[in-house]
């Protein structure tokens, strides 16, 4: 997950239409206001349930259903400062994008989401309209991959932090991991590349449109019908691309001890986005291989196995390497990216 500071067959389809925006006007007051229960009232009175839920918020813990009897989970914490500014995203914003990076793991183990716990620390002068609207957020996201948020926790802090722990189902098949590629399996990818990056290099510099590119920053679109969809294909080895698709690669290329390669003819680079590469004096290429966090799809196949028009091939898998790794048309990529929090540069 990158720090905030530092159309094509490609793009994701959603499984279903979500609100844009919040669903209730701005609320008076702060949380030290509200107090803890009734924050928590006015967080769970925004809710809404799928049938998997068989006990939701209000309780000592929440039922999700599991016919498949293993379930799946992720969790991810998003720190404000770090990974979202207040005068870049609204918490409607923070919400969609908190839920949407959680939700992508899920899907990215070829299961279906189910269901999503928020984890919220809020300071206590915090305007009460903000942590509503994010759960509007989060709400609405979990509902375009028709799953809920079943309960969670607030807690006072000094700053805010959001986290998101979510759940899912295999449904009888088996997980698709990153260790699964295998010699002559191609390089597939659904959803978005670069376009995260580039909207943070346009509010960087203090704009605010090309509007598409600084929305795919605020508030991902992964595809989610993807994962499970690609496990039916018989994919082999999978992962969202949330720190880069160079580094994502990297994790699959490790695990799986193969090297793979990119062709980067292959990957979209839109009119658009080379623009705004022109105009800030970047490379769109090194947002489209490094960028992370539009949280797209990508997974290997069996070369015989047809792909729907949405997935689009831009590599394949050479062979067992004793020295796994990525490279761009035959050779390593220079600043390959990848996120490390506790790197020397993660402050910077």
Do not use: C
């Amino acid at each position: 997950m990158r720090d905030v500071n530092g159309s094509t067959a490609s793009e994701p389809t959603p499984a279903m239409e979500a609100p844009h925006g919040p669903a209730r006007g701005r609320m008076p007051g702060t949380v030290g206001a509200l107090g803890e229960f009734g924050l928590i009232r006015e967080l769970t009175s925004r809710l809404t349930t799928t049938p998997a839920v068989r006990i939701g918020p209000g309780d000592d813990a929440a039922v999700v259903a599991a016919p498949d009897r293993r379930v799946v989970a992720s969790t991810d914490i998003l720190l404000e400062g770090r990974h979202f500014r207040r005068d870049w995203s609204t918490a409607y914003d923070v919400g969609r994008k908190a839920a949407a990076q959680n939700l992508a793991d899920i899907a990215a183990m070829g299961a279906v989401p189910t269901a999503l716990l928020l984890g919220l620390i809020v300071p206590v002068d915090l305007p009460a309209n903000w942590p509503t609207e994010l759960m509007d957020g989060i709400r609405d996201e979990a509902q375009v991959a028709a799953s809920a948020v079943v309960g969670g926790d607030v807690v006072r802090g000094d700053s805010i932090a959001v986290s998101i722990t979510a759940l899912g189902d295999l449904r009888n098949r088996e997980p698709v991991t990153r260790s699964g590629a295998r010699a002559g399996d191609v390089v597939a990818v659904t959803g978005w590349l670069g376009w995260s990056a580039a909207g943070h290099a346009v509010l960087s510099r203090g704009f605010r449109s090309p509007r598409a590119f600084v929305e795919a920053h605020r508030r991902p679109e992964p595809p989610y019908h993807a994962g499970p969809a690609a496990a039916g294909l018989g994919a082999t080895a999978m992962t969202d691309v949330s720190d880069g698709l160079v580094a994502d690669l990297g994790h699959i290329a490790e695990a799986s001890k193969v090297r793979i390669d990119i062709r980067s003819a292959d990957l979209d680079v839109p009119a658009q986005m080379a623009d705004i590469g022109q105009a800030v004096g970047v490379d769109p290429l090194q947002w489209v291989l490094t960028g992370g966090e539009d949280h797209a799809i990508v997974a290997t196949f069996p070369r015989e196995q047809k792909l729907p028009a949405r997935w689009r091939v831009i590599g394949s898998v050479q062979g067992a390497s004793a020295r796994p790794q990525v490279t761009v048309d035959g050779a390593p990529w220079a600043n390959a990216g990848g996120w490390d929090h506790f790197s020397p540069d993660a402050d910077r």
